[in-house]
């Protein structure tokens, strides 16, 4: 899975580091940052 910088359109980069359940995006263009929250799948 994948996120696109919603301003440059490129995909961003995951962080290894997560925390509180959520991933951690970084565009490598403009460093924008975005959280994904991981779901549980039962
Ligand atoms: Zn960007």
Do not use: S, Y
């Not at 995951?14 to 799948?41: A, D, M, N, S």
């Amino acid at each position: 899975m994948t996120m696109k910088c919603p301003c440059c359109k490129i995909a961003m980069k995951e962080l290894k580091r997560t925390f509180h359940k959520k991933r951690k995006w970084v565009c490598p263009k403009c460093g924008k940052v975005r959280f994904q929250i991981i779901k549980k799948r039962d």
